[in-house]
């Protein structure tokens, strides 16, 4: 079995394949100080709560845009899973060319969305993640990443507004009944909601005529991102599971671990 892990600056996501089969996913929060030992127990408790043995473990493969928690992570799957990881970073291939004005700069979790998105969908695509920022990347028919934007995620958005006012409460960040709001926290919701929705699409649409294509297909992925994707015509399709997608895929290309 695969353990593919998504490290971001807010969440640390898990899955654990059984060949294609994404058999469990689970999330902690991402914290620099946990220690090796700690991140091992985890671990170990995640895959326990799947009704797996730590002996079916094959393999791991990790992307981080975290580099200041990587040493206890890598420390803990090679003292509690007994694997070496795999890191996606150069030297890793993905089928990719990588054609901005300096390719080490793109984040790895970028790459692998895009993995991801190409082998499930296809090319000519640009893919959303909405995480602690959201991205807006594009890759052509012929592989190429062409292009991307990168926005403060809707989180970052929404704290920045409470966060910055001295009366403004924390919000559950959801869309109201209505825009028409008529109290304060409702205003808040329709502001950040609203407000992220048409600088979503507004980005896409511009993305859109600077490419002159207007058959692109958008794909997002990210945890807030079906917020966005259910009160807008402009993303095809939201898959929660897309950077396991990309994790997996990497893994098999540079593994060569048979599909079915």
């Known amino acids: 079995m695969l353990v593919v892990v998504d490290a971001g600056n807010t969440n640390i996501t898990i899955g654990i394949y ?7 996913s689970f999330r902690m929060t991402t914290k620099m100080e946990r220690t090796s030992d700690e991140y091992g127990l985890v671990l170990l408790n995640f895959i326990s709560m799947a009704n797996i043995e730590k002996s079916q473990v094959s393999d791991v493969i990790i992307s981080s845009v975290v ?23 150069s030297g890793l291939k993905t089928g990719i060319a990588i054609l901005t004005d300096n390719p080490k700069e793109v984040g790895p979790d970028r790459i692998v969305d895009l993995v991801g998105a190409i082998d499930e969908y ?14 807006y990347d594009y890759i052509n028919d012929e592989k190429q990443f ?6 403060p995620g809707i989180g970052i958005s929404a704290n920045a507004l409470w966060g910055q006012t001295a009366k403004l409460p924390e919000i559950e960040i959801k869309k109201p009944d209505s825009i028409l709001a008529k109290n304060t926290i409702h205003s808040m919701q329709a502001g950040v909601v609203y407000g992220y929705i048409g600088q979503c699409e507004y980005i896409i649409t511009k993305m859109k005529e600077a490419l002159n294509d207007d058959n692109i297909k958008v794909i ?12 807008t015509n402009l993303i095809d399709v939201y898959d929660p599971e897309l950077t396991f997608k990309g994790l997996k ?10 599909r079915n």
């Not at 997002?220 to 009160?231: C, M, P, R």
């Open 220 to 231: 997002a992925t990210g945890g807030l991102g079906s917020i966005v994707f259910n009160e």
């Open 18 to 24: 059984e060949e294609n089969t994404l058999l469990k």
């Open 122 to 135: 296809g090319t000519n695509i640009i893919v959303v993640d909405f995480g602690t920022a959201t991205t």
């Open 249 to 258: 895929k990497i893994y098999q290309i540079n593994k060569k671990m048979p």
């Open 67 to 89: 580099p200041k928690m990587m040493h206890a992570f890598t420390n803990a799957v090679r003292r509690y899973l007994e694997k070496e990881p795999m890191i996606v970073g």
């Open 146 to 151: 062409i292009a991307g934007v990168t926005a």
